[in-house]
């Protein structure tokens, strides 16, 4: 049996009952110039408990057809829409401060 594949997505639409639609964004080069560009796929994903609202960030897993479009269903929310992103304290003075 194959391992299941685990993506990390945002949460796009959650109007139906749980079900959620999650947008997985991944990087791409370009095959002549080399450009590095952005493409996006829309998954639906089983939501049993309807944890999951839109603007989250999602952990979805492979799993079998539960449905006619939903092969997906969430494991875990990751961060809430209105959550601050958690970053390192900034170290030394603050900036536009005096010289």
Known sequence: MAAKS???????????D????????RQVRHGVYGKIQR?????MAHDDTNQAHA???VEIV????LSRHKRWVVT???QRAGAPVRTAPATGAE???VR
Do not use: I
Not at 62 to 65: A, F, I, M, T
């Open 95 to 97: 900036p536009g401060g």
């Open 39 to 43: 493409r996006s796929s829309k998954f």
């Open 55 to 57: 603007g989250d960030l």
């Open 6 to 16: 685990k993506v990390q997505g945002v949460v796009a639409s959650d109007k139906m």
């Open 18 to 25: 749980k079900t959620v639609v999650v947008v997985v964004e």
């Open 76 to 78: 875990r929310v990751l």
């Open 62 to 65: 492979e799993s079998r057809p």
